[in-house]
Nanobody, 124 residues
Framework: QLQLVESGGGLVQPGGSLRLSCAAS????????VGWFRQAPGKEREGVSC????????NYLDSAKGRFTISRDNAKNTVYLQMNSLKPEDTAVYYCAAFRGLLCPPGGADFGSWGQGTQVTVSS
């Protein structure tokens, strides 16, 4: 059974940092691009960042550039999202998703496997 499990969310003050993890089981992430997405209350889901099979990454979200870094450890079958300089507007449920392919798709609709999400709250 293909499964993705996110962890690492929590409450953090503005300017703080969190590292989210996305652990895969039942399949190898070696063959997948993996993306991070988020959804804030009352808003549509939006893409944050994506890592390709090669390890190269792309950002879906302009505001993540310079603050968020996606990385992968295929030996641990895990993808990470390091988030620095967090702002209240980063508050959302963060999801990871996998796409079997070389490159990152342009949007979330192409991702076939999703985790259950982890809550990130940025507040003083």
């Amino acid at each position: 059974q293909l499964q993705l499990v996110e962890s690492g969310g929590g409450l953090v003050q503005p300017g703080g940092s969190l590292r989210l993890s996305c652990a895969a089981s039942g399949f190898s992430l070696d063959y997948y691009a993996v993306g991070w997405f988020r959804q804030a209350p009352g808003k549509e889901r939006e893409g944050v960042s994506c890592t390709m099979r090669s390890g190269f990454s792309t950002n879906y979200l302009d505001s993540a550039k310079g603050r968020f870094t996606i990385s992968r450890d295929n030996a641990k079958n895990t993808v990470y999202l390091q988030m620095n300089s967090l702002k209240p507007e980063d508050t959302a449920v963060y999801y990871c998703a996998a796409f079997r392919g070389l490159l990152c798709p342009p949007g979330g609709a192409d991702f076939g496997s999703w985790g259950q999400g982890t809550q990130v709250t940025v507040s003083s």
